[in-house]
């Protein structure tokens, strides 16, 4: 079979540095290691299907608008499809497809019971009212109603979206089917079956195997300096849980601009600063940096925590820090990706650093299936043994192969997606 008719699809052009891209190249680095399992390669190299919809709403002002949205199950080989969903003008069915793919591949890394998808509005939510925010929601749960559910996929928050949107989204689908069915999104508030934990699971886990890799390395955490780009819920809540363990946070980036402090800045002020207009660089005591210069900031830990692609080869040949922990998913390019490993930077890969928001919605989904809900306690623990699990049996794999860990995340998860997939067979 031509290699055309395995990776090609007619109805994305994807490029070195574009999300799809990325994500093929990363497969393609994976495919060696698969051995006979390879066979099978498409599965991953293909969404299984994608769903666009036209999401019109009424305004306040009486007009009509038009949305562009989507919801893209790529693998549904070992469970139902989990993924997000983002509210974003940038929103494209090629980065959702990647975003989709991410999920495969972050779902069986850490070995959760779940195929991967995605799903996104091309919105700029910022510019609508509430009301009109809920109406895009609902009529967004609606229109993809035709592929979601609690057995079949399960939409959670990702970039512009929380846990208000989650209830929304619960509660159009419950109506529509005509019974409360609180697993099918996950993240919701508590009173409506959400998980305690959820929120700030993503930047929890992201210290959590951030942790374990500086163990590794023998970096202390305790005074090791951090710079993170985006400060939304996972940027901020990872210079919380990094702050308490001891480290400085010396600069932040986020839409607005960027700030640094060699001695460390103040995570409960900027965490109230980044949520008003003008975001970080509300900060009072730091100095501002320009947006090329945050790339360059001086520290142990560099942690990209807003939007793929934003990790470019120029700005990886500028990086100082020791490690790359990709909070984001999809923030390195591929060519920034071999800067960095030629320069002996360790890049801890996306499908493990973040793993640990949809290792908790896991756990909401099974709460919620049991009606009997968890200690803060219990989930914090499990969430740690997971992922620190997982980032053993990733670390063990990088040294036996000498692959990256990015490699070596994707080997264990695509073998298990694979492995599934040909037990299961073709049908007919
Ligand atoms: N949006 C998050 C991610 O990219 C969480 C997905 C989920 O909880 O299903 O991993």
Redesign the pocket.
């Known amino acids: 079979m031509s290699d055309a008719s395995t990776t090609t699809l007619s109805y994305v052009t994807p490029t070195p540095t574009s999300p799809w891209g990325t994500y093929l190249a990363q497969i393609e680095a994976v495919e060696p290691y698969l051995g006979s399992l390879s066979r099978w390669i498409g599965t991953l190299t293909r969404p299984k299907r994608a769903l666009i919809v036209d999401v019109p709403i009424e305004m306040d002002d009486g007009s009509i608008a038009h949305y562009e949205g989507y919801r893209v199950q790529h693998s549904l080989s070992r469970g139902p499809g989990?993924?997000?969903v983002r509210f974003h003008p940038d929103v494209t069915l090629e980065e959702v497809m990647a975003l989709a793919g991410w999920?495969t591949v972050?779902n069986a890394a850490v070995n959760l019971p779940f195929g991967g998808a995605k799903g996104g509005v091309r919105v700029d939510p910022k510019v609508l009212s509430r009301k009109e925010l809920e109406r895009l929601t609902r009529r967004y749960t609606s229109e993809i109603g035709l592929l979601i559910g609690p057995q079949r996929d399960?939409p959670?928050?990702?970039v512009n979206t929380d846990a208000q949107i989650m209830a929304w989204m619960m509660d159009t689908y419950s109506a529509n089917v005509g019974a409360t069915t609180t697993g099918v999104v996950?993240?919701k508030p508590l009173l409506l079956g959400g998980s305690l934990g959820r929120v700030k699971a993503?930047g929890r886990g992201v210290y959590f195997v951030g942790r374990e890799l500086a163990k590794r390395l023998n970096v202390d955490i305790k005074g090791a300096r951090v710079a993170i780009q985006g400060f939304g819920n996972v940027g901020s809540v990872t210079a919380e849980m990094f702050a308490e363990a001891g480290a400085k946070i010396v600069a932040v980036q986020d839409q607005y601009g960027s700030v640094h402090h060699p001695a460390g800045l103040d995570v409960a002020q900027l965490t109230a600063v980044a949520r008003q207009p003008g975001g970080v660089t509300g900060y009072r005591g730091g100095e501002s940096l320009s947006p090329e210069e945050f790339w360059a900031t001086d520290c142990e830990f560099l942690i990209p925590a807003a939007l793929e692609g934003q990790l470019t080869a120029s700005r990886a040949r500028v990086v100082k820090a020791r490690v790359v922990i990709e909070a984001a998913?999809g923030p390195t390019t591929t060519e920034a990706d071999l800067v960095l490993r030629d320069r002996g930077i360790v890049v801890l890969p996306d499908v493990i650093a973040?793993?640990g928001?949809?290792t908790v919605?896991y756990f909401e989904w099974v709460q919620d299936f049991s009606s009997f809900f968890w200690s803060e306690g219990e989930i914090n623990q499990r969430l740690d043994q997971i992922m620190t699990g997982a980032f053993a049996t990733i670390w063990d794999t990088h040294l036996q192969h000498r692959v990256t860990l990015r490699t070596a995340a994707f080997i264990i998860g695509c073998t298990r997606v694979l492995q599934a997939r040909a037990e299961r067979g073709l049908y007919p």
């Open positions: 989990k993924g997000g999920m972050k399960i959670a928050p990702d996950t993240g993503t998913n973040n793993a928001g949809v919605s």
